[in-house]
């Protein structure tokens, strides 16, 4: 125990935290977007969207050796866990390293790491309130924007990003999301001390093509919704996703 709580409040062990809850937040991004495409795949036979067989499979999954829904709420928690603590530590942080400022004339490369760290503070800010937003808005359904039906995906997103505002504000939010995950990527390569000058072009190169494609594959979400470009929502027995 006493390891732990001296790893947690030391500098290193901070950034240690903040890198491995990121991480596991990117995984999640990656596993969220994948199944997001989902819904340029169509329908099965029955006429049951692709996406909403997807969000039925991840309520399911682990049965009969785990109650339904158990597996998601294991993640849902790991999740949380992450977010909070992964804000706890980057405030602790970016506290400790005002104090350790030194006062007076500063050069210009200090005042580039701190607008970095204001940058990740402002757009981190922004994703934990679109967290939120997000969480009411397709999770819950407590939003007044579109339709909303429990497990009907497809038509939730159809009806939601009928409106171009709602659709803009997740594409925005989208892009500076690409912007922290990048700085963060490449925080995380170098808190994992995986940064070397031999290897950091390929790095950055990686930390570039991961973000683009996760913004990009977010974003043509709304974006095809948003120009008519998908077809309408059809109606089908929500009984057909009850095995
Ligand atoms: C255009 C971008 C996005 C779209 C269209 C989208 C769509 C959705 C939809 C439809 C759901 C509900 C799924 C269900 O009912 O099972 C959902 C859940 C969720 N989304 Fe997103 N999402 C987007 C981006 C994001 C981002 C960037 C984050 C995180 C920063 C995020 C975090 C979540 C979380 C935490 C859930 C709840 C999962 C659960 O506990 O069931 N989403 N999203």
Request: without cysteine; hydrophobic residues 55%; aromatic residues 12%.
């Amino acid at each position: 125990m006493n390891r732990i709580t001296t790893l947690y409040s030391s500098t290193i062990g901070k950034k240690f935290i903040a890198a491995v809850t990121g991480l596991i937040l990117f995984g999640f991004l990656v596993g969220h977007v994948a199944g997001n495409l989902k819904v340029f795949t169509g329908s099965t036979e029955a006429g049951v969207p692709h996406v909403d067989e997807y969000g039925h499979f991840l309520r399911i999954v682990g049965e009969p050796f785990l109650p339904k829904m158990a597996a998601l709420w294991i993640a849902r928690i790991v999740l949380l866990a992450s977010v909070a603590l992964h804000i706890v530590v980057v405030v602790q942080l970016a506290f400790r390293n005002l104090e350790a400022r030194p006062v007076g004339y500063v050069r210009s490369k200090k005042s580039a790491s701190t607008l970095a760290a204001l940058w990740m503070m402002f757009s981190g800010s922004l994703i934990a309130f679109f967290i939120v937003f997000h969480l009411l808005h397709f999770t819950l359904g407590a939003l007044p924007i579109g339709e909303f039906q429990h497990g009907a995906i497809y038509k939730n997103i159809y009806s939601s990003f009928q409106n171009p505002l709602i659709s803009l504000f997740y594409v925005v939010v989208m892009g500076v999301l690409g912007f922290h995950l990048y700085h963060g990527v490449w925080s995380l390569f170098q808190t994992l001390g995986i940064d070397n000058p031999d290897r950091n072009k390929s790095l950055r190169m990686f930390a570039i093509i991961a973000t683009i494609g996760i913004v990009v594959g977010f974003s043509l979400v709304p974006l095809s919704f948003m120009t008519g470009m998908m077809p309408e929502p059809i109606a089908y027995d929500p009984a057909l996703l009850s095995h």
